[in-house]
Nanobody, 125 residues
Framework: QVQLKESGGGLVQAGGSLRLTCAGS????????MGWFRQAPGKEREFVAG????????KYADSMKGRFTISRDNDKDTVDLQMSSLRPEDTAVYYC??????????????????WGQGTQVTVSS
């Protein structure tokens, strides 16, 4: 079973950038589609971005398009989320997820069987 651990969260001013990293262990991440989700206080967890096994296909939530970029390095078993032009409404706990049922990135949580513990991102105004 794969284990996932997120890092790179922190406090940033509006307009700034952060790079989150998800590191996998236990099984090669190349076997999984990968996704980033987030959950803000008092809100449901929502899809942010996803990427296919080899990285050739990506998908983004509409509000993240043009600001966030997901990428993966299967040799290093890592998946990154580069976030720019951050807004206070991007404040949330960000989770990395891995799914083995599909080849294309999925937007629903049920497509991902394995989850990290999350990393906090706080954007100040």
């Amino acid at each position: 079973q794969v284990q996932l651990k997120e890092s790179g969260g922190g406090l940033v001013q509006a307009g700034g950038s952060l790079r989150l990293t998800c590191a996998g262990s236990g099984r090669p991440l190349a076997r999984y589609i990968m996704g980033w989700f987030r959950q803000a206080p008092g809100k449901e967890r929502e899809f942010v971005a996803g990427i296919s096994w080899a990285g050739g296909r990506t998908k983004y939530a509409d509000s993240m398009k043009g600001r966030f970029t997901i990428s993966r390095d299967n040799d290093k078993d890592t998946v990154d989320l580069q976030m720019s032009s951050l807004r206070p409404e991007d404040t949330a706990v960000y989770y990395c997820a891995a799914g083995e049922k599909y080849g294309d990135p999925q937007v629903v949580e049920a497509a991902y069987e394995h989850w990290g513990q999350g990393t906090q991102v706080t954007v100040s105004s």
